[in-house]
């Protein structure tokens, strides 16, 4: 019984690694207009990534991540901003006692 769960274990860890995205090639390389994001536009796409995603199903003018960014910077400032937006600072609540 512990090896079979050892086991199972193991392969879901493999499935939800196997599931992670590759590198960005458009990391550090600049857009059109030669902008590349940084931490304060990852921070603004992160609060505005529930907006985003809806208008993304129907555009695709519109994306949900911005892949000409800054790196590990502009990822920070993504998860910080939808963090903020989810259960955070915006839309977050206070527990009841």
């Known amino acids: 019984m512990k090896n079979s769960s050892a086991l199972l274990i193991l392969l879901l860890l493999l499935f939800v690694v196997s599931c992670a995205p590759g590198p960005n090639s458009a990391a550090r390389t600049p857009n059109r ?3 590349v994001a940084g931490f304060w536009a990852g921070l603004w796409h992160g609060l505005i990534a529930p907006v985003t995603f809806i208008i993304s199903l ?3 003018k519109v994306s ?3 892949v000409h960014n800054s790196g ?3 990822n920070f400032g993504f998860v910080l901003g ?3 937006f989810l259960s955070g600072g915006i839309l977050g ?3 009841k006692k």
């Open 33 to 35: 207009e030669g902008e």
């Open 58 to 60: 129907f555009s695709d």
């Open 64 to 66: 949900l991540y911005e």
């Open 72 to 74: 590990s910077w502009y």
């Open 82 to 84: 939808a963090g903020l």
């Open 93 to 95: 609540h206070k527990k």
